[in-house]
């Protein structure tokens, strides 16, 4: 049986942005079979930095431990780091449509870094109103 996603489907190269980071980075998905538009599909489960979120160039976040360490070589003057995602917790998306029993990532979906910073989605999605199986 077929659903429509509604909106917008996150596939490989979906650009995110960080609140804490300084750059957007496109989402990365390996081709595991579902597809939209002729480009791998996400799920909530792709939260693995670098495989699934590359960095965002540098870290702003007072809570990562490298700017905090940065900041303190500098006499307490704000020093961002280079960037690391670490998401332990799946994408909180709006769907209820499955890829591989997880939802599927839409427009909407967001996901937290343990340095405090929030990722979203934010397009454009190479892929609308898609259908999947």
Request: with cysteine.
């Amino acid at each position: 049986m077929l659903s429509v996603v509604p909106g917008p489907v996150a596939t490989v190269g979906t650009l995110m942005m960080c609140d804490f980071g300084v750059a957007p980075s496109p989402l990365l998905v390996e081709p595991l079979g579902v597809f939209a538009n002729d480009l791998p599909a996400a799920n909530i489960l792709n939260i693995i930095p670098i495989v699934n979120i590359p960095p965002f160039v540098l870290c702003e976040s007072p809570m990562n431990p490298e700017v905090i360490a940065l900041t303190v070589a500098a006499l307490g003057v704000p020093t961002p780091a280079p960037c690391l995602p670490i998401v332990v917790d799946p994408w909180v998306a709006p769907s209820t449509v499955l890829i591989d029993g997880m939802p599927v990532l839409t427009e909407g979906a967001f996901c937290e870094c343990l340095w405090g910073g929030t990722i979203d989605l934010i397009g454009p999605s190479p892929a609308s109103n898609v259908e999947v199986e």
